[in-house]
């Protein structure tokens, strides 16, 4: 399984090429899913856009975003947070090298780590000193 980490999604959401073939491989073979985090951060993102819109158009383009956004999200399969991560996030959350990575990260890697899965991210940096987890990186 490969659970995407946020910045993926956005960048097939953008076109991004080499990450666009990536996803049509991987749901093909049934190894593509999200996590709820995940979810959670880009449909907030166009809810904040949504907030935003200054005038008809703006809304107009926020909410067709929004709407292509929770369309596509819809086909990938969302993992929740399965018991095991709730274990990981306790012994992740005791690590001191990790305390500053940001809770979002965290609840990701715990996800996959409880899932044995390889998280895709191009997010690297803060993703490798997390003990045990494999991670992907399909934008580079």
């Known amino acids: 399984m490969r659970p995407l980490d946020t910045d993926i999604p956005t960048l097939a959401f953008h076109k991004h090429e080499r990450v666009s073939r ?4 991987a749901s093909q073979r049934d190894l593509l899913a999200t996590t709820l985090v ?3 951060q880009i449909l907030q993102g166009r809810f904040s856009s949504l907030l935003a819109a200054a005038d008809k158009e703006e809304l107009a383009r926020a909410y067709a ?3 292509e956004s929770n369309n596509q999200l819809a086909r990938i399969n969302i993992i929740g947070l399965p018991d095991g991560a709730l274990d990981e996030f306790d012994r992740l959350s005791r ?4 305390r500053r990575t940001g809770r979002a990260d ?4 715990c996800t996959a780590l409880a899932e ?5 991210t191009r997010n690297l ?4 000193p997390v003990p045990g987890l494999k991670i992907e990186n399909w934008a580079d």
């Open 22 to 25: 990536k996803m049509i491989e």
């Open 38 to 40: 995940t979810k959670m």
């Open 65 to 67: 975003k929004w709407t």
């Open 95 to 98: 690590i001191k090298s990790l």
């Open 106 to 109: 965290l609840l990701l890697a």
């Open 116 to 120: 044995n899965a390889t998280l895709v």
């Open 125 to 128: 940096k803060d993703f490798r």
